[in-house]
């Protein structure tokens, strides 16, 4: 009938006015005929008054105002064929007919009830999804018109609150969180995130919060499927291009919650109140277990935390669900989410039961003391320290031993989070070691029993710390003794070195009997015997150390022998690589300076011994020292301690036979020296023959040193 009309507006000239349609009409007699077939004619007619031709849309224009008395009232009365026409026709082959329904669906809508659309409305919104990606531009463009009028339409119907099944929002959330913002079409995503987000910012917190489990799940889910493809690719070869993958996941979880979805995220946190928190948390749990993506399991542990913030003691019911979500598998996580889940698990401690946290604390401290050289479950520790410090407190008898001794860890990042913790837990150092020095000691004991290495080199190195730290009290420093000088004997294992410098110290700074002091000294005596050059050097460092602290009045008739050694090291000749050079030179120095401070304990011993031997040896090395031959380090070290020797020593020991060859060479190195702090310690040295020992010095030397000095 319709290409019937068109036929006769061709043919007829009359066509061309209102009057001519109705006069052709009229003459063949079908109105009565067409009043029959409206129900078949009116859909079809409206559809083509949108129709992409305008020379259509004007025929079609006159022939509905002359079929059509009451514009109004005709499509009131087909609306449901109209609708029905019309949403077919967005799924036809042809895209004149997908155009024109688009751009008529958009008119027809506008303005219309609830109770008109509702059987309607969840298929308009498929068939917005459809036309706005099709494959012609044309009917996108009317795609994109009948979304605008869709989202106005939607936004207005959504205003009210009701609990009512078919409510508008009930049928619009669905579709847009489940099929709009999941669909891979960029322009459905845009259009349903655009949607959802007038929706949120606008509509009833009442209403939104009637939905807000599932708006959430879904905003949270596509914080990472909205993330760029480019993105992923960039995470998986970050190493290989020289890019650090924790601060690249930072960058990608600020960028997503500055996004839109963060900004949507941020407002329904005021939607959420007792009613909908039990099946939020059960979302939230699901996420922050096996939520996929850095992006989705940071942005829920973020957003749980906006909502403690909010709701404080009222998320009580939920805390111990959330908790044992937050610490749940912790090692398939990457830094950043792990530091966004220990700032939410600090945030929600503070309103949960303690029997709940104390469980979790104590599953993460026994994680903790398995794999002590992981940050995994330590950045929990240290936010619930900072964030929640009154929680924080009923665990500081278990945490702050553990904090002293793991801020010793050889990893550096690792070491940084337990200094922190112990930084902002402790009072002060020295009163949380009085507080906890059991707890420490007993610690540092069991590293020291460890098989791995590295374990034993934090206990040694926390010993040290405690020994310096804990002003001169620690009750079990005879057991600590012992430990340390059981790892002595054996081979050589990376950061023994340090079990000497431990034992010099607690030597030095705690009372301890002479037969243990000699007991160290012994031990100290075999490593000096030992072919590394670092156990030698620390061995030498630590006898200095533990000789210069006892009284001067002790007797250790192990001395000589060490002094016999120390000698030989000196004076022994190897051939060396340049890079152990350095090493060398390190041995040797501190040898020469325990030799000095050995020497001067040995003649202020009660038990006199016959140390010429040991004289003759030392003043003839350090004689060799200062000479040409030696590098100006060793030179001037010899000469702080042949200065120190003559200083400090007996007078009454030293021989004129050791003291003259010394004087002759140092006197010859006067005169060639040009280095202005070698030659300061060679007159200081002169000065101290001269003074202290010029009766024992021949009448020659004496005059050679004065015209010698006369000379500079």
Same mark, same amino acid.
């Given at each position: ?17 209102? %009057? ?36 259509? %849309?004007?025929?079609?224009?006159? =022939? ?21 026409? #019309? ?81 508008? /929002? ?25 949607? #959802? ?18 708006? /959430? ?114 090692? /398939? ?132 710390? =405690? ?83 006892? %009284? ?65 040896? =030392? ?62 310690? =060679?007159?200081?040295?002169? %000065? ?25």
């Amino acid at each position: 009938v319709v290409y019937k009309f068109i036929q006769l507006f061709n043919e007829n000239s009359l066509a061309k006015s209102k %009057q001519g349609v109705a006069m052709g009409l009229a003459s063949l007699g079908w109105v009565a005929e067409l009043e029959q077939l409206q129900p078949k004619i009116v859909p079809k007619l409206y559809r083509l008054l949108h129709d992409p031709s305008s020379q259509v %849309q004007e025929s079609m224009n006159m =022939l509905w105002s002359v079929l059509v008395e009451d514009n109004g009232a005709t499509v009131q009365k087909y609306f449901p064929l109209i609708v029905e026409d #019309l949403l077919q026709q967005l799924s036809s082959h042809l895209w004149r007919n997908r155009q024109s329904s688009a751009c008529a669906l958009a008119d027809l809508i506008q303005g219309r009830k609830w109770i008109e659309l509702r059987e309607y409305f969840g298929r308009i919104w498929d068939g917005v999804f459809r036309v706005v990606d099709d494959i012609k531009e044309t009917v996108r463009i009317a795609g994109v018109t009948l979304a605008n009028s869709l989202q106005r339409t939607t936004a207005r119907l959504c205003e009210g609150v009701t609990q009512d099944e078919n409510s508008p /929002a009930a049928v619009v959330f669905p579709i847009l969180l489940t099929k709009g913002i999941a669909s891979p079409v960029e322009e459905v995503k845009s259009l349903s995130l655009r949607v #959802l987000y007038n929706l949120i910012k606008f509509s009833d917190k009442r209403l939104l919060s009637q939905f807000l489990p599932q708006i /959430a799940g879904c905003l949270l889910e596509s914080l990472s499927g909205l993330e760029s493809t480019t993105m992923n690719y960039i995470e998986q070869h970050a190493e290989r291009v020289g890019i650090d993958k924790e601060n690249l996941d930072n960058l990608r979880v600020k960028a997503a919650n500055a996004s839109i979805v963060g900004d949507m995220l941020d407002r329904i946190t005021a939607c959420v109140n007792e009613e909908n928190l039990v099946e939020l948390s059960a979302k939230l749990s699901d996420l922050l277990k096996n939520g996929f993506g850095t992006n989705t399991r940071a942005g829920a542990a973020r957003f749980l935390s906006s909502i403690t913030l909010r709701m404080r003691y009222d998320m009580k019911p939920v805390c111990s669900k959330m908790l044992k979500a937050l610490t749940f598998n912790l090692s /398939a996580d990457s830094k950043t989410v792990r530091r966004a889940y220990a700032s939410t698990f600090a945030q929600l401690s503070k309103f949960s039961d303690p029997k709940h946290v104390d469980s979790r604390v104590d599953k993460l401290l026994k994680a903790i003391e398995e794999d002590d050289d992981n940050t995994t479950h330590s950045i929990f520790i240290l936010e619930l320290c900072r964030q929640a410090p009154d929680v924080f407190a009923r665990y500081k008898q278990n945490v702050l031993p553990i904090a002293f001794f793991m801020k010793q860890s050889s990893e550096k990042k690792v070491s940084s989070i337990w200094e922190s913790i112990w930084d902002e837990g402790a009072p002060s150092d020295s009163a949380a070691i009085r507080m906890y020095n059991e707890d420490i000691v007993k610690l540092c004991l069991n590293a020291l029993k460890s098989e791995k290495w590295n374990t034993r080199k934090a206990g040694a190195l926390a010993i040290k710390d =405690l020994v310096e730290k804990c002003n001169g009290f620690l009750p079990d420093a005879s057991t600590v003794c012992d430990a340390l000088l059981s790892l002595l004997p054996g081979r050589f294992w990376e950061g023994k070195e340090l079990c000497l410098d431990a034992l010099g110290l607690l030597c030095s700074k705690i009372s301890m009997s002479n037969s243990s002091i000699e007991e160290v000294l012994s031990a100290l005596l075999e490593c000096l015997k030992k072919k590394k050059k670092v156990l030698i050097t620390t061995a030498a460092a630590a006898i200095e150390v533990v000789v210069s602290s006892v %009284q001067a009045s002790a007797d250790f008739p192990v001395l000589p022998e060490v002094s016999e050694t120390l000698l030989e090291i000196c004076t022994r000749n190897e051939n060396v690589d340049e890079e152990d050079r350095e090493t060398s030179l390190q041995c040797i120095m501190i040898s020469v300076k325990c030799l000095a401070t050995i020497w001067n304990a040995m003649q202020a011993a009660k038990e006199k011994q016959d140390l010429t031997s040991i004289g003759l040896k =030392l003043f003839t090395t350090l004689s060799e020292m200062i000479s040409s031959e030696s590098t100006w380090r060793i030179r001037n070290e010899a000469l702080a301690a042949t200065k120190k020797v003559l200083r400090e020593g007996s007078k009454a020991s030293i021989s004129s036979e050791w003291l003259q060859p010394l004087g002759v060479t140092i006197l010859d190195r006067v005169s060639i020296e040009k280095r202005e702090r070698s030659l300061s310690l =060679l007159i200081n040295t002169i %000065q101290v023959i001269a003074e202290s020992y010029g009766q024992l010095m021949r009448q020659d030397w004496l005059e050679s040193m004065k015209s010698s000095l006369e000379s500079l």
